[in-house]
Nanobody
Framework: EMQLVESGGGLVQAGGSLRLSCAAS????????IGWFRQGPGKEREGVSCISSSSGNTYYTDSVKGRFTISTDNAKNTVYLQMNSLKPEDTAVYYCAVNSYCSGPSDFGSWGQGTQVTVSS
Protein backbone atom coordinates (compact mmCIF):
# COMPACT_ATOMS: atom_id res chain seq x y z
CA GLU A 1 0.00 0.00 0.00
CA MET A 2 1.34 3.40 -1.00
CA GLN A 3 1.61 5.75 1.95
CA LEU A 4 2.76 9.35 2.17
CA VAL A 5 3.26 11.32 5.36
CA GLU A 6 3.89 15.06 5.34
CA SER A 7 5.58 17.00 8.10
CA GLY A 8 7.30 20.30 8.70
CA GLY A 9 4.43 22.73 8.55
CA GLY A 10 3.92 25.49 11.08
CA LEU A 11 3.46 29.17 11.74
CA VAL A 12 6.07 31.53 10.33
CA GLN A 13 6.31 35.25 9.72
CA ALA A 14 6.38 36.64 6.22
CA GLY A 15 9.85 36.38 4.79
CA GLY A 16 10.62 33.29 6.81
CA SER A 17 11.36 29.74 5.72
CA LEU A 18 10.04 26.24 6.27
CA ARG A 19 11.05 22.85 4.95
CA LEU A 20 8.32 20.33 4.34
CA SER A 21 9.03 16.62 4.19
CA CYS A 22 7.07 13.88 2.47
CA ALA A 23 8.04 10.40 3.63
CA ALA A 24 6.93 7.69 1.20
CA SER A 25 6.52 3.97 1.76
CA UNK A 26 5.00 0.96 0.07
CA UNK A 27 6.36 1.58 -3.41
CA UNK A 28 9.59 1.93 -5.33
CA UNK A 29 10.28 5.60 -4.95
CA UNK A 30 12.55 5.82 -7.99
CA UNK A 31 9.76 4.85 -10.40
CA UNK A 32 7.36 7.67 -9.66
CA UNK A 33 6.83 11.39 -9.59
CA ILE A 34 6.03 13.16 -6.34
CA GLY A 35 4.04 16.34 -6.36
CA TRP A 36 3.41 19.00 -3.77
CA PHE A 37 0.00 20.64 -3.77
CA ARG A 38 -1.73 23.15 -1.55
CA GLN A 39 -5.23 24.24 -0.72
CA GLY A 40 -5.78 27.61 0.86
CA PRO A 41 -8.95 28.71 2.66
CA GLY A 42 -11.80 28.87 0.18
CA LYS A 43 -9.54 27.94 -2.73
CA GLU A 44 -9.18 24.97 -4.99
CA ARG A 45 -6.26 22.61 -4.62
CA GLU A 46 -3.37 23.74 -6.80
CA GLY A 47 -0.08 22.24 -7.87
CA VAL A 48 2.98 23.80 -6.29
CA SER A 49 5.89 21.68 -7.44
CA CYS A 50 6.71 18.24 -8.77
CA ILE A 51 9.76 16.09 -9.21
CA SER A 52 10.33 13.01 -11.29
CA SER A 53 12.45 10.75 -9.12
CA SER A 54 13.88 8.87 -12.11
CA SER A 55 14.81 11.84 -14.32
CA GLY A 56 15.25 14.51 -11.69
CA ASN A 57 13.12 16.94 -13.72
CA THR A 58 11.42 19.53 -11.55
CA TYR A 59 8.43 21.78 -12.08
CA TYR A 60 7.14 24.81 -10.18
CA THR A 61 4.06 26.94 -10.37
CA ASP A 62 4.91 30.52 -11.32
CA SER A 63 4.05 32.00 -7.94
CA VAL A 64 6.74 30.00 -6.13
CA LYS A 65 9.54 30.01 -8.70
CA GLY A 66 12.74 31.32 -7.18
CA ARG A 67 11.40 30.83 -3.64
CA PHE A 68 10.64 27.12 -3.33
CA THR A 69 12.93 24.20 -4.10
CA ILE A 70 11.90 20.57 -4.39
CA SER A 71 14.41 17.81 -3.81
CA THR A 72 14.57 14.12 -3.03
CA ASP A 73 16.56 11.79 -0.85
CA ASN A 74 15.96 8.50 -2.63
CA ALA A 75 17.79 6.55 0.07
CA LYS A 76 15.25 7.82 2.59
CA ASN A 77 12.26 7.72 0.21
CA THR A 78 11.63 11.32 1.14
CA VAL A 79 10.81 14.43 -0.87
CA TYR A 80 11.44 17.88 0.53
CA LEU A 81 9.98 21.26 -0.28
CA GLN A 82 12.22 24.08 0.90
CA MET A 83 10.12 27.23 1.11
CA ASN A 84 11.91 30.56 1.44
CA SER A 85 10.68 34.15 1.41
CA LEU A 86 7.25 32.97 2.47
CA LYS A 87 4.28 35.23 1.87
CA PRO A 88 0.86 35.33 3.55
CA GLU A 89 -0.66 34.03 0.31
CA ASP A 90 1.36 30.83 0.75
CA THR A 91 -0.87 29.97 3.71
CA ALA A 92 -2.51 26.64 2.97
CA VAL A 93 -2.61 22.97 3.78
CA TYR A 94 0.21 21.37 1.83
CA TYR A 95 -0.11 17.83 0.51
CA CYS A 96 2.20 15.47 -1.29
CA ALA A 97 0.98 12.85 -3.72
CA VAL A 98 2.35 10.23 -6.09
CA ASN A 99 1.81 9.61 -9.79
CA SER A 100 3.69 8.01 -12.66
CA TYR A 101 4.54 11.46 -14.02
CA CYS A 102 4.16 15.12 -13.12
CA SER A 103 0.72 16.43 -14.05
CA GLY A 104 -2.36 18.05 -12.55
CA PRO A 105 -3.77 17.12 -9.15
CA SER A 106 -6.59 15.01 -10.57
CA ASP A 107 -4.06 12.55 -11.99
CA PHE A 108 -2.39 11.87 -8.68
CA GLY A 109 -3.42 8.85 -6.67
CA SER A 110 -2.20 8.34 -3.13
CA TRP A 111 -2.22 11.47 -1.01
CA GLY A 112 -0.82 12.31 2.39
CA GLN A 113 -2.90 13.80 5.19
CA GLY A 114 -1.50 17.29 4.69
CA THR A 115 0.46 19.71 6.83
CA GLN A 116 -0.67 23.25 7.67
CA VAL A 117 1.50 26.19 6.71
CA THR A 118 0.48 29.57 8.08
CA VAL A 119 2.37 32.72 7.14
CA SER A 120 1.62 35.80 9.21
CA SER A 121 2.06 39.30 7.85
Amino acid sequence: EMQLVESGGGLVQAGGSLRLSCAASGFHFDDYAIGWFRQGPGKEREGVSCISSSSGNTYYTDSVKGRFTISTDNAKNTVYLQMNSLKPEDTAVYYCAVNSYCSGPSDFGSWGQGTQVTVSS
